[in-house]
């Protein structure tokens, strides 16, 4: 038994080692009314699907940037949403044909006009070393 958790413990050890500083910096906000928050997403399955997301943040909303940073993430590729809720409703609010009425981004500025955006487009790699992805939030 002993052995087997000592395995198991091993066995994890260089993921931790691995784990990198992932730093997202929120720009572009031109109130600080309502609230801004940022997603990340690990998989395209999951991109960009409410309640997806691996990790994420909402604080009360504040021009210039806003920078938060998550902890120990496994290397891999991510993709990051985020979003100016003005009304601080926790939605991205539309017009009647479907626009966004809202400011949002999308790392690698990968919003697309007609529609969500594409993982292909949005996501990066996160190696071991920290990295810092700006996401400028557009109206």
Not at 116 to 126: H, I, Q
Request: hydrophobic share 40%.
């Amino acid at each position: 038994m002993i052995r087997t958790i000592a395995i198991a413990v091993a066995a994890c050890l260089p993921l931790a080692a691995n784990a990198a500083d992932l730093t997202i910096k929120l720009s572009g906000a031109h109130n600080a009314e309502g609230a801004l928050s940022a997603a990340i997403y690990a998989g395209k399955e999951a991109f960009p699907k409410e309640g997806q997301q691996v990790a994420g943040f909402r604080q009360k909303a504040a021009t210039g940037t806003v920078s938060v940073t998550f902890h120990d993430l496994p290397p891999g590729r991510y993709a990051v949403t985020a979003l100016h809720d003005e009304n601080n409703n926790g939605k991205l609010d539309r017009d009647a044909t479907g626009i966004p009425s809202e400011g949002y981004g999308v790392s690698n500025d990968a919003r697309e006009l007609l529609s969500p955006p594409y993982w292909d487009k949005a996501s990066f790699e996160l190696g071991s070393e920290p990295k810092t992805v700006t996401v400028k939030i557009e109206y």
